[in-house]
């Protein structure tokens, strides 16, 4: 019961009126395929942002599939000047049948209670195509809140997700990260280099590995690790709020006035694994450029 008090702190501080609206913050999300330097320009005009990423794997709140899914993206988030956005974006992964294996929509609202604490509450529909191997494809549905809080030598984000459809879970992702950029610039005055190492860690339910195991099942058996009693003993242990996920990320960024090239690597280490994956430590690495159009 204690993990359910943190949710409720989040979805309360979330509810709070906003004071000051300012333009999204294209980090708002931890699962978006978006740059982790949190150097996206907050002006107080519309703005639109289209971005791609490569990354060396699928990653969905600290479980990744049975083996290794590398995919690109493509994004686009148009942020209005009173705190509105929305965006939209394509996930496929690489060496595999279907041309596009997600394409995911969304909208939601920035909002700013205080110069050091903000946050967002957005809503994303998914959408998969039938032929789609990542884990992802057991939610359809995320309703997200987040909110920031700045302590000047480190920022701490404490995140609640509720996704449904075929599966309903619940998640808490609490992340602390520090962010530093350069005083020098490389070619001239108007770029600099930025790194935001941080330390998350997810607690939730994990009913989506369970419906994953279900509607994969005959990829699933050739590994011996498809459970072909839902109700069992496996199921029981998924539907349990646990600790999940504990990892680490260092995003090092080239940044210009309008766009942004970012590296990250991350190391993930999934702890609690139920049912049909077999999780174990791995390193990720992801290549993302972004432009901002304002």
Known sequence: MRYFGILFFVIICTASSAKTPMPWDSTLRNNRMVADTDTTVRVRKNSATVGVNYGSDALFFGRTGP???PF???DAIFNSKAGFFLYGSALKVLGYKP??????LGGGYYYRLSKK?????????FFFNNE???IKSASTNDIN????????YLKTSLIGDYLFGKSYDIFVTISNSK???SKFSIFDDQDFISVNPGVNIILGTQNFVQRYSID????LEANNIYIKNENGRGARANAKFSMLNYSFKVPVAYNRPHYTLEFSYKYSIPVNVEGALLNRRESFYNLTFYYVFY
């Open 117 to 125: 604490l903000n946050g967002t509450i957005s809503y994303t529909r």
């Open 132 to 134: 789609s191997e990542i």
């Open 179 to 181: 962010y530093w950029e």
């Open 72 to 74: 690109v993206a493509a």
């Open 67 to 69: 083996i290794k899914y």
């Open 216 to 219: 994969h099942k005959y990829q």
């Open 145 to 152: 809140f987040k909110n920031t809080y700045d302590w000047k």
């Open 99 to 104: 041309f596009v294996d997600e394409i995911d």
